[in-house]
């Protein structure tokens, strides 16, 4: 009996421990350069495809009315608070990874092939935006 309480316990953490592994929730990005929070972007899931919009600007410089100015598709003058910058991100199998959607950069309008992948068991996000061979990581970190 007492084998049995304790494999339950042991599989319900690794459940649990299973269900953090997703990009799904709120995450604070991190300027490259200073390592300041620049925004709050919620993460979610509709038909197994993840997007994700910035909740909150924080940039320092932030006004409110702030717009994807540089934006060259429809998202082109839309505010930067709501804006969609994560699109079409898919679930790669047998992997902690979404590949195969784009993250848009607000600040210079350009659009990078994305992938996300939860690190530090789900604490962290590492973003990774492609240009043809180059990339540029990020990593957020859980607002949660």
Do not use: H
């Not at 199998?93 to 092939?113: A, C, H, L, Q």
């Not at 990581?137 to 859980?142: A, N």
């Amino acid at each position: 009996m007492f084998r049995l309480i304790i494999a339950t316990l042991v599989g319900m953490s690794a459940l649990s421990a299973a269900a953090q592994m997703t990009p799904v929730g709120l995450w604070k990005t991190i300027d490259d350069n200073d390592g300041s929070v620049r925004s709050e972007v919620r993460i979610v899931e509709n038909a197994g495809v993840v997007s994700g919009k910035i909740e909150r600007n924080l940039d320092r410089n932030a006004k409110p009315g702030d717009r994807c100015t540089e934006c060259k598709d429809d998202r082109k003058d839309q505010l930067v608070v709501g804006l969609e910058i994560l699109r079409g991100l898919k679930k790669t199998e047998g992997k902690d990874m979404w590949e195969s959607g784009t993250v848009i950069d607000p600040d210079n309008g350009k659009t990078y092939r994305a992938s996300l992948t939860p690190i530090e068991g789900g604490a962290k996000l590492q973003l990774r935006g492609y240009i043809g061979f180059f990339y540029r990581t990020q990593v957020w970190v859980s607002a949660q």
